[in-house]
């Protein structure tokens, strides 16, 4: 169902993805080179290239967690770099092990809350919110930002992963279940374990989870890791005048109003700040009308909205 059909869905992925044994290492070798030493820190910054992209790759088998685990250090002792750079990278792969682990002992983690309570939690069922998130256009900059990263790339970074999954979860009150099968249909990452696993994690219904009552704020999180609105203003150009702040979340009239009805009885939230076209690696729009041309046709699937 998701193969290409009239239009191919992964228009433009090339030029991010070089899928194979090779391209793995290569990447691998890259990273290494010129991004582990300073990954404790580029790490949560989604403007900088400071992660190893090598999850596609992990998830297809095209490199393994073990040649992943050594190489780092191996690299930081025969080039003289730190082995705390290297630690702070393979404590993330760890995340991966934990997860498989998870899913391995609990192979319902896929679709039942591990945390029996969240079972009668009273989530909302508005499919028009939903489809506003999975589009990019709830108006918060660094949602809309990491979903159109998604959608363009189908890759996105993981600490926007964190921002966007709180937001469909603690803001809008929809299902977990709802945003993971988003994920699942659209990164070319999606590993049935580490996406399961991170949106239990964030939901709070996970093992190890984030508590239920800490909620990612959206705007302090802008300001915090893209500070200088570098990766808004990349996937939501052109803003006008004023998109410093907007990128940075700073916009009163618009992240000061909560969810709120507007125009014509859709449900948006401050959809007036990307009233201006879009803009992806194909060009203005071409992302958004892209997405809009699957979503008609059911291409892709969706909790509850075929
Ligand atoms: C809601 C949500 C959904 C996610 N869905 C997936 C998914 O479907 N597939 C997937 O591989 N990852 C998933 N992640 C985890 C993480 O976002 C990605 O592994 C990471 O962004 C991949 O980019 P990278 O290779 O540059 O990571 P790096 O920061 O370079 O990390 C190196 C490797 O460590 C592992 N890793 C890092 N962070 C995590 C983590 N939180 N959980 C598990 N493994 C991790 C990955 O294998 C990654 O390739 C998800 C995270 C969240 C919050």
């Known amino acids: ?5 009239e239009t191919s869905w992964a228009e433009g ?4 993805w070089q899928p194979g044994e090779t391209g793995a290492r290569d990447r691998l070798q890259d990273f290494l080179d010129n991004a582990l030493a300073r990954y404790g820190t580029d790490r949560d910054r989604p403007a900088t290239a400071g992660t190893a992209r090598l999850s596609a790759h992990l998830r297809f088998g095209e490199i393994g967690p073990r040649q992943v685990w050594h190489w780092p250090l191996n690299h930081v002792r025969s080039h003289g770099g730190s082995e705390d750079a290297a630690w702070s990278f393979l404590r993330e792969l ?11 002992h609990r192979p319902e983690m896929p679709e039942r809350n591990l945390k029996q309570p969240f079972d009668s939690f009273p989530w909302r069922d508005d499919r028009n919110d939903f489809k506003a998130w999975s589009r990019g256009e709830t108006g918060y900059p660094i949602v809309d930002a990491g979903m159109r990263e998604l959608w363009d790339t189908g890759w996105m970074h993981n600490r926007v992963r964190m921002i966007t999954a709180s937001f469909l979860i603690k ?15 659209t990164l070319v990452d999606a590993d049935l374990a580490n996406n399961t696993g991170n949106w239990q994690w964030v939901a709070g219904s996970g093992a190890d989870a984030a508590p239920y009552f800490r909620i990612f704020n959206p705007v302090l999180q802008g300001e915090k890791f893209d500070s200088d609105g570098a990766y808004v203003r990349r996937l939501c150009a052109p803003l006008g005048s004023g998109a410093g702040r907007i990128a940075a979340g700073l916009c009163p ?10 125009g014509g009885g859709r449900r948006h939230f401050g959809g007036e700040l990307f009233a201006a076209p ?3 690696r194909q060009g203005p729009r071409a992302g958004t009308e892209r ?16």
Do not use: Y
Not at 94 to 101: E, P
Not at 171 to 185: K, S, V
Not at 291 to 306: A, D, F, K, N
């Open 171 to 185: 803001h809008l009150l929809l299902p977990w279940q709802w945003g993971e099968a988003w994920f699942w249909d």
């Open 13 to 16: 992925f090339e030029q991010n």
């Open 94 to 104: 760890g995340w991966r092990d934990f997860n498989h682990n998870l899913l391995f």
């Open 278 to 280: 879009r803009q992806s």
């Open 1 to 5: 169902m998701l193969l290409p059909q």
């Open 291 to 306: 997405l809009q041309r699957h979503q008609e046709r059911g291409c892709i699937r969706q909790c509850g909205l075929r």
């Open 253 to 262: 009239q618009t992240l000061g109003s909560a969810v709120r009805s507007s």
